[in-house]
C-alpha cells in the first residue's frame, strides 16, 4: 500500500498542488517504468486467486470492512480502474479531501450524489440561479421521487435560506443546502461558512443535513469549500479541471464517510468515468494552476474594458466588488480569486445582445465554460432556457444579459473583438 502522505514530502519539505499534479498517485515502476500513466482500457481483471476475488467483492459491496492496510481490489471498470483510482487520488489533492468520486459528466455527479442521501419527504434547499441542468433536476425530477426542492433568489443571500426553512417543518426535514457559488450566470456569492452552520443545526438525530457546494466557477484553485465547513464539493470536472472543451466529467470530493457511499451508488447507477476521460483528466491537471492564472488574469483587462463601454449597462464580475458590498465581505472571506467569468447586461435587451454575439469573431458562441478558448453565450435563452421567464427576472436573468468565459488567448486581442460586436449594438 503506498503512502499518500510520504508522497506529498521531499524530506520535511512539504510539496505543492501544482507539482504533486505531476506525480502524485502514480508510480512508474507499476507499468513498465512509463512516465505518465498509460490508459487502462480494460473491462475486467483478473484475481490470483479465488480466495483474492471473494475478498475484493466483499469490500466492494459493503459486505465488510477494509482491514488495515487492505487495498480495494480491482474487479470490474464499473467499480474501478487504475486510471481512475490515480485520478481520484490527485483530484483531492487541491481541495485537501479524503477522497473523491469521477463520473462521466458533472450532472451524473450532482444527480448520483443527490440520490445516494435524499429519500422521500426530505427537503433539499438551494439558491437560484443554479446550472440549468440542476434546476431541471431539483425542480422536475425529485419531486417525481417525494424529495421537496425549495429555491430562493441567491440575492438574499442566507436571510432567503433561513425564509424558507421557516415554512412549516421544512428546518426538521432537510437533509441537504445545495450551494452553487458563485451563481451561474450572475456571479452572486453564498457564504459557505453560515450555510454550514445552517445545516449542522438543521435536520434530526436521525440523520443531518448536508452541505453540498457545486465548485465549477472558482475551484479547485481560488475556492475550498471543504475547508469552509462543507460536507461534499462537486464539480463538472468538463469545465476548468478538464480546461481544453474535449471531455464531459464530474467530480465529488469530501470525507471518505461521504464520498464512499456515493461511490456504491455510483457502480450501481453506472454513472462512473471511463479509462480514456481520467486518463485525459490527468493530462490537464498539469496545467490546471497555468491555465485559470492565464484566464483570471485576462478576466480583469476584460471586465475592465467592458464596465467602462457605454453600451455596457451592468457588469456582473467578482473583481469589481469593493468594500462595503456585502458580497466582498464574502469574496473576501472565502474566495482566493475572481476567476474568469463574466456577466454583462447591455443596453437594450435580446435583440442587442444577440446583435453582439453574431458579430463575434474570435470569442466563439457556445455554451460551456473553462476552456483555453473564450465562450459567450446568451443565458436566457440558451443555459437557462427551462427557467420561466417571469423567474428568470426574478433571479437576475435579464433579457440582455450574456456571458463569457474568458480563455488563455491575448487580452488585446479579447477586448478588440467586444469592441467591434459592441459597434453592432
Known amino acids: ?64 470492512e477494509k482491514k488495515p ?36 459528466s458533472g450532472m451524473a455527479a450532482i444527480s448520483t450524489t443527490v440520490f445516494t442521501f435524499l429519500r422521500p ?46 415554512e412549516g417543518d421544512r428546518r426538521k426535514r432537510l437533509r441537504m443546502i445545495f450551494v452553487e457559488t458563485p451563481a451561474n450566470p450572475t456571479n452572486v456569492l453564498m457564504d459557505i461558512e453560515a450555510c454550514a452552520r445552517i445545516a449542522a443545526e438543521s435536520g434530526d438525530d436521525e440523520r443531518r443535513a448536508l452541505l453540498v457546494v457545486d465548485n465549477t466557477f472558482l475551484g479547485p484553485l481560488f475556492q475550498h469549500p471543504l475547508k469552509l465547513g462543507a460536507d461534499l464539493v462537486l464539480y463538472s470536472l468538463t469545465k476548468y479541471v478538464g480546461g481544453h472543451s474535449d471531455l464531459i466529467a464530474g467530480g465529488c470530493l469530501g470525507p471518505t464517510e461521504l464520498v464512499e457511499p456515493v461511490k456504491v451508488t455510483r457502480t450501481i447507477f453506472g454513472t462512473m468515468a471511463g479509462p480514456w476521460t481520467s486518463w485525459l483528466l490527468l493530462r490537464s491537471l498539469e496545467t490546471l494552476k497555468l491555465r485559470m492564472t492565464s484566464e483570471m488574469k485576462n478576466a480583469r483587462y476584460v471586465a475592465d474594458f467592458l464596465a467602462d463601454h457605454p453600451k455596457v449597462e451592468r457588469v456582473h464580475y467578482l473583481g469589481h466588488l469593493e468594500e462595503g458590498d456585502p458580497q466582498f465581505e464574502i469574496y473576501r472571506k472565502q474566495c482566493v480569486g475572481p476567476g474568469a467569468m463574466i456577466s454583462f447586461e447591455v443596453r437594450g435587451g435580446e435583440a442587442e445582445a444577440f446583435r453582439l454575439l453574431n458579430a463575434l469573431k474570435l470569442i466563439k458562441l457556445a455554451v460551456s465554460l473553462g476552456g483555453t478558448e473564450s465562450l459567450a453565450e446568451h443565458p436566457g435563452t440558451m443555459t437557462h432556457a427551462d427557467v420561466p421567464p417571469e423567474d428568470r427576472m426574478h433571479i437576475g436573468i435579464t433579457p440582455s444579459m450574456v456571458r463569457i468565459s474568458v480563455g488563455i488567448e491575448h487580452p488585446d486581442d479579447l477586448i478588440a473583438d467586444l469592441e467591434q460586436a459592441l459597434e453592432k449594438v
Not at 520535511?12 to 505518465?36: N, Q, R, T
Request: proline share 6%; glycine share 10%; aromatic share 14%.
Open 121 to 166: 419527504r426530505d427537503v433539499l434547499v438551494f439558491p437560484e440561479p443554479v446550472y440549468g441542468g440542476t434546476e431541471y433536476l431539483f425542480h422536475e425530477v425529485l419531486p417525481q421521487f417525494g424529495i421537496e426542492a425549495v429555491g430562493f433568489p441567491a440575492v438574499e443571500g442566507i436571510e432567503g435560506l433561513e425564509r424558507v426553512l421557516g
Open 69 to 104: 492496510a487492505e487495498m480495494s481490489g480491482l474487479i470490474y471498470s464499473r467499480l474501478n480502474n487504475p486510471g481512475l483510482e490515480i485520478l481520484e487520488d490527485r483530484l483531492t489533492v487541491w481541495d485537501c479531501a479524503e477522497e473523491a468520486a469521477v463520473f462521466e
Open 1 to 64: 500500500m503506498w503512502d499518500k502522505e510520504k508522497k506529498k514530502h521531499i524530506g520535511d519539505h512539504e510539496v505543492k498542488p501544482e507539482s504533486l499534479m505531476m506525480s502524485y498517485g502514480y508510480a512508474p515502476e507499476w507499468s513498465e517504468g512509463a512516465a505518465k500513466p498509460p490508459i487502462f482500457q480494460t473491462s475486467t481483471f483478473v484475481f490470483e486467486s479465488a480466495e483474492a476475488g471473494k475478498a475484493f467483492f466483499e469490500v466492494a459491496y459493503g459486505l465488510r
